[in-house]
């Protein structure tokens, strides 16, 4: 696998080298390493860092400093920013695509662990805070990225539970946002997907197909 190695600085010092890593989608890595920095309670140097970058309001500065990296180059830039006196925060010597420990599927595992043993009001303070720490612009790309992969008939599932729990001014102003928000031709579209969803036949519940059988026994046995 060909690798980009970047590095981290405080944009207010860019001259100064504070994180090195690597990844193969620079936007994705920023995402978590803002979002572990903000949801884990027990933090590398370098979570610690970014968290304090974030509550003056800053961003870490990301560069490629090489594309198309082998395994071993993230090492040599660790190595070589340690070599002139870069006061890194790494705390491993690279390699294993990690801040601070574990690989991109032990920390995913640990981290599904970690949500699925909090309450519902704590994974929703979480995103919560996960959604404060990004920009509207990351912002809408994340709900971009994961519309793409959610079918019509699923978004449309989402938004009528959403719908449910909002009071009906709420759901007026939603509307009005939603449509405000769209060009002419996206609003013709979402009409005309609408009004498509709506002509389909909907799947019985499984007492209405109960009811259907007992229904044609019945009418059989007599």
């Not at 309670?41 to 090489?66: C, D, N, Q, R």
């Not at 969803?197 to 044609?216: E, F, I």
């Amino acid at each position: 696998m060909k690798w980009l190695i970047y590095t981290l600085k405080n944009p207010r010092v860019p001259d100064r080298v504070r994180y090195v890593g690597r990844t193969v989608n620079t936007e994705r890595r920023m995402e978590n390493h803002i979002g572990y920095a903000i949801r884990l309670p027990h933090k590398t140097p370098a979570y610690s860092w970014i968290l304090s970058l974030l509550s003056m309001g800053l961003m870490p500065l990301m560069e490629v400093v090489e594309s198309d990296a082998d395994d071993r180059a993230e090492q040599k830039w660790i190595d070589y920013y340690r070599a002139i006196g870069a006061p890194l925060l790494n705390v491993t010597n690279g390699g294993g695509g990690t801040l601070g420990w574990g690989t991109p599927e032990q920390r995913t595992a640990k981290a599904k662990k970690a949500m699925a043993s909090r309450t519902p009001e704590q994974r929703s303070a979480s995103a919560r805070k996960t959604r404060a720490g990004l920009t509207p612009e990351q912002r809408a790309a994340n709900l971009k990225k994961y519309l793409a992969n959610v079918t019509f008939e699923e978004r449309s599932a989402i938004r009528k539970k959403v719908l449910a729990a909002k009071t009906p001014e709420e759901r007026v102003a939603m509307a009005r946002r939603a449509h405000a928000g769209r060009t002419a031709e996206q609003n013709a579209a979402f009409i005309a997907q609408s009004k498509a969803a709506a002509q389909r036949p909907r799947p019985k519940s499984k007492a209405r197909w109960a009811a259907l059988r007992l229904a044609k026994q019945n009418n059989q046995a007599s």
